[in-house]
């Protein structure tokens, strides 16, 4: 979506055929090694399955195999996210631009349930919504246009808001709820214990940088 990108070397090639292309090579890694640990996980269960981990040779040796390449390739994929937060990229332009093109649909509810509380017809406010949404995902889709809702409902008489109230609700800041406050006690009450527990770990853990 163009919203993110993971880091990006200057000479680093990001596709072959196609020069432009930026690849998230290590994301994809890291999808790939993901599928390949899930895989493992299946051995002690055919183990467990055939034999009840009889301590047979069928069963260690399967063991030795599985269990420490379990561990390389978690410690891979640790290594690897590691790389791609430290260097993550976010584009807030373009979040911004694509929330300014969702802000006008997204409105809708609180259009049509204070529309109600200043006695209009729920109905025939919903049916005037509904056929200028209709309306503007046309005119975006297959014209190219910015989203045009806003100034559409703006001019339905119908609709018990002026073309500034119905502007007024596009902040996105509406809309987040509790998420900042959520974001904040999950920090304190469950990273900083963790980072804290592990402060010793933590100061001597220097990961190879991963290319």
């Known amino acids: ?50 034999q009840w981990l009889e301590r047979t040779l069928d069963d260690s040796a399967n063991k030795r195999l599985s269990i420490p390449e379990a561990f390389l390739a978690v410690n891979t994929i640790l290594n690897l996210f590691h790389n791609i937060i430290n260097g993550l990229k976010v584009h807030e332009k373009v979040i911004e631009r694509r929330l300014k093109d969702e802000l006008p649909f997204m409105i809708t509810e609180d259009i049509l349930m204070e529309g109600v509380k ?59 709820g509790m998420s900042p406050i959520q974001v904040t006690d999950f920090i304190k009450e469950e990273i900083d214990p963790i980072l804290e527990s592990e402060s010793e770990c933590l100061e001597d853990y220097s990961p190879q940088m991963v290319v």
């Open 1 to 50: 979506l163009g919203e993110l990108d993971e880091p990006f070397e200057e000479d680093q090639v990001g596709s072959s055929a196609m020069p432009y292309k930026r690849n998230p090579m290590r994301s994809e890694r890291i999808a790939s090694l993901a599928r390949y640990v899930i895989n493992l996980s299946l051995n002690g269960a055919y183990t467990h399955a055939g």
């Open 118 to 176: 200043r006695g209009g017809d729920r109905q025939e406010i919903h049916e005037i919504i509904r056929k200028n949404s209709v309306l503007a995902s046309h005119q975006i889709k297959e014209l190219g246009m910015q989203n045009p809702l806003t100034e559409l409902l703006g001019k339905e008489n119908k609709i018990p808001f002026t073309s500034q109230e119905i502007q007024d609700l596009l902040h996105s800041k509406r809309f987040i």
